[in-house]
């Protein structure tokens, strides 16, 4: 690390009390002295300055000078080295002036493919469910993509964002007060209590609405393939089922009893069945709103990440490697964002369908928003600068964060451990589930390897 010299000149006065001073950086004097006094104390300065600056590391020895007098006064001259807040020796390492410049052209290029890959990965499992009438393609194709990007989007977590992020705060560029401490753990748990802070306000928020409305929380309806309020879904399959009774009941009435008695008996059946049904559309209603805060919460840690990927591919040196790399990434990850946004469109009302086709196309144009970002302040912007450092690993950090939280809660343990689906599932399907969630998850750790 580089340091600046500290100069302390202690004065000796055989005649009267030790005194003490201090002055920082070149200095040529500490008090007023004859011509010849200060013409040798300049030289001597510089001297120990210079040599203290290119051989003298952090904890080496203090250097002395002394300098003596007719006047029975003697000059002593100690420099001694202290660390700098940011910076180092070797500030080519530490990202000064801009950023690479070569492949310009290729650089511009990758918005428009990596535009294709990020768009192809949200997108197309958003449409291919939506218009499935017209666009046939296997459930079994769904279920891969659904599994597979859950897989991706904890290897992202880990080895996307936290390793990269604790290396950046951890950077030798940066003052010892950021190397003493774990920051980027310490951001990353404070984000995953803030994402389960957060939805534990809108989850009793939720039930309280529905306990206005004469619903009760089931603590297992949790149901795979959404983020949904627990319970909602039951409720709904209560309600038809409780409609089914009621009908059968008022079919026994009407074949039992005649005349007006029937008639109100139908009447209060009519009118039952009203309620049950107004109930039912708020609960979906509910529901849906869940659903879309479970996935926006997603996708608001995955954007952050996206944007800070862009910007490093416009100015990394080592491009075409990298490049390739996030090819695959981004085309996976949206792979993981838009599975779970086609499966949210699935429960959610006629106004809400259009949510999810907003969600993927806002995930693909991250990243190359970022990459045309970092082409335009590619002289200037420096990915392993202190200021892109801390900006980067804070922002990584709180991405982990967030994707570790939906990875462990919402992809893990609602759709595994609290749904009705795996629960009644074979063996077979659910081993098949695990497996290509693991092949996600590889796949994007050894990406890693790489970017």
Not at 143 to 169: C, N, Q, R, Y
Not at 235 to 261: F, H, P, T
Not at 298 to 320: I, Y
Not at 434 to 450: D, S
Request: aromatic residues 10%; glycine residues 8%.
């Amino acid at each position: 690390m580089r340091t600046s010299p500290v100069i302390i000149v202690c004065f000796w006065n055989w005649e009267n009390t030790r005194t003490w001073g201090s002055m920082r950086h070149k200095i040529s004097t500490y008090k007023t002295l004859d011509n010849c006094q200060t013409e040798k104390l300049s030289v001597l300065l510089r001297l120990l300055s210079s040599a203290s600056s290119t051989v003298s590391p952090p904890s080496a020895a203090p250097t002395f000078g002394i300098f003596n007098n007719k006047h029975l006064t003697t000059y002593a001259i100690m420099t001694v080295r202290t660390p700098s807040l940011a910076i180092r020796d070797d500030t080519d390492d530490c990202g000064s002036g801009g950023g690479a410049d070569t492949f310009f052209g290729l650089r511009i290029a990758s918005i428009f493919i990596i535009l294709v890959g990020s768009m192809f990965g949200s997108l197309f499992p958003v449409i291919a469910m939506r218009y499935s009438k017209y666009v046939k393609v296997p459930n079994g194709i769904f279920e891969f993509a659904k599994w597979f990007g859950s897989g991706v989007i904890i290897a992202t977590a880990f080895i996307h964002l936290l390793s990269p992020a604790i290396d950046e705060l951890g950077s030798t560029c940066l003052s010892d007060a950021w190397q003493g401490y774990p920051y980027a753990l310490a951001l990353c748990l404070l984000s995953i209590f803030g994402i389960f802070i957060v939805e534990l306000i809108a989850f009793r928020w939720g039930t309280a609405k529905l306990a206005k409305l004469g619903f009760v929380y089931d603590a297992h309806g949790h149901e795979a393939g959404a983020h949904a309020a627990p319970g909602t879904e039951t409720l709904a399959q209560d309600n038809i089922e409780g409609e089914k009774d009621v009908r059968d009941l008022s079919r026994v009435m009407e074949e039992a009893r005649a005349g007006s008695r029937s008639s109100r008996s139908v009447n209060r059946e009519d009118e039952s069945d009203l309620k049950e049904t107004s109930r039912g559309n708020v609960a979906v209603l509910d529901s849906a709103l869940t659903q879309i805060l479970g996935v926006a919460i997603l996708e608001f840690g995955v954007v952050l990440h996206s944007v800070l990927v862009g910007l490093t591919l416009a100015v990394d040196p080592d491009f075409k490697v990298l490049f390739v790399v996030l090819v695959f990434h981004q085309t996976f990850e949206g792979l993981g964002v838009g599975s779970r946004l086609a499966y949210m469109q699935k429960h959610l009302p006629q106004a809400y369908r259009n949510v999810s086709v907003y969600g993927a196309l806002l995930y693909g144009i991250t990243t190359p928003v970022g990459i045309a970002a970092g082409l335009g302040v590619r002289t200037t912007y420096n990915p392993d600068s202190t200021t892109a450092s801390i900006v980067s690993g804070v922002m990584d950090s709180l991405s982990a964060g967030i994707l570790i939280y939906t990875g462990m809660v919402e992809l893990l343990a609602h759709e595994f451990l609290f749904s009705d689906e795996m629960r009644k599932s074979t063996n077979t399907r659910l081993a098949r589930c695990v497996c290509t969630m693991l092949l996600g998850c590889g796949l994007m750790a050894l990406l890693g390897k790489w970017a």
